[in-house]
């Protein structure tokens, strides 16, 4: 199987914010999600490529999935820290090690040159919880809480 990962480009747009909606479907966020906001995600990242990127998992020449990462720096990881705020695989390709490997694949090349990957999985996502594990990520003894403006 051909797996590839790309950065986003502009004629990405319409299939990946279709991959989006299709995330927030099966696996909810206290928010809803909007068009508008997925564009505005899609604007302000390929204007700002320092905040982060989106990149695009093909498999066969096949948009499979995608990625939303967010760079940030670390105090207590003394580097940059890539944020892998979504992933998603579509459910045709699931099984196959797609979301494994682009895990790996960051981890491996320290993608924007980070020293960590965080993310972050809901408690009912337990099979994705079991393949972030398997893949030594551990939970952070610290909650994350939200204020919102």
Not at 107 to 126: G, H, I, M, Y
Request: glycine content about 8%; charged content about 30%; overall charge neutral.
């Amino acid at each position: 199987m051909n797996i590839e990962y790309r950065k986003f480009k502009n004629s990405d747009s319409d299939p990946a914010a279709e991959l989006i909606q299709a995330l927030y479907r099966e696996d909810p966020s206290d928010r809803p999600i909007i068009l508008p906001q997925i564009k505005k995600t899609f604007e302000r990242l390929c204007r700002h490529p320092e905040l982060g990127c989106i990149m695009i998992i093909e498999c066969g020449g096949e948009i499979a999935g995608y990625s939303i990462l967010i760079n940030f720096w670390s105090n207590e990881f003394g580097g940059n820290v890539c944020f892998i705020d979504e992933l998603y695989v579509k459910k045709e390709f699931r099984g196959k090690g797609i979301a494994g490997g682009f895990i790996k694949y960051l981890a491996e090349v320290k993608f924007a040159d980070s020293v960590a990957l965080r993310l972050e999985v809901t408690p009912a996502n337990k099979s994705a919880r079991k393949i972030y594990e398997k893949l030594g990520f551990k939970p952070h003894k610290n909650d994350t809480l939200d204020l919102e403006f």
